[in-house]
Nanobody, 121 residues
Framework: QVQLVESGGGLVQPGGSLRLSCAAS????????MGWYRQAPGKQRELVAT???????TYADSVKGRFTVSRDNAKNTVYLQMNSLKPEDTAVYYC???????????????WGQGTQVTVSS
C-alpha cells in the first residue's frame, strides 16, 4: 500500500507565504518525478510545479518566481514553498508522485488527498 500525505495548507493574506509538504510511504522501490497540482472551484486541475528525481524543475507560468518546489529523496518527500501569494492561488493543492513499487516494474502515478489553500484578506 502506498500513501501520499499532504500538510501545510491554510488561510493566508495576500502577499503571505505557505509551505506545503507531501510524504510518500508504504511499499516503495523508488520515486521518480514528484509534483504539485491545484484545482479551483469550477476549473480543471492544473499543473503547478514538478521535480524529477535528479532535481530538474518545471513551473506553471503563473507561479514562476514565486513558488519553489524541492524534494528530500531520503524521506520521499516533496515540498512547495509559496511566496507572494495572490487570491488567484486559492485552490485545493494535490501532491503527485510517480512511484515504482518494485525495481522491475514501471512507475504509476499516485495522488494525495489534497490540502486547501485560501488566499484572502
Amino acid at each position: 500500500q502506498v500513501q501520499l500525505v499532504e500538510s501545510g495548507g491554510g488561510l493566508v493574506q495576500p502577499g503571505g507565504s505557505l509551505r506545503l509538504s507531501c510524504a510518500a510511504s508504504g511499499s516503495i522501490s523508488s520515486v521518480a518525478a514528484m509534483g504539485w497540482y491545484r484545482q479551483a472551484p469550477g476549473k480543471q486541475r492544473e499543473l503547478v510545479a514538478t521535480i524529477t528525481s535528479g532535481g530538474s524543475t518545471t513551473y506553471a507560468d503563473s507561479v514562476k518566481g514565486r513558488f519553489t518546489v524541492s524534494r528530500d529523496n531520503a524521506k520521499n518527500t516533496v515540498y512547495l514553498q509559496m511566496n507572494s501569494l495572490k487570491p488567484e492561488d486559492t485552490a485545493v493543492y494535490y501532491c503527485n508522485a510517480d512511484i515504482r513499487r518494485h525495481f522491475y516494474s514501471a512507475t504509476r502515478p499516485y495522488w494525495g488527498q489534497g490540502t486547501q489553500v485560501t488566499v484572502s484578506s
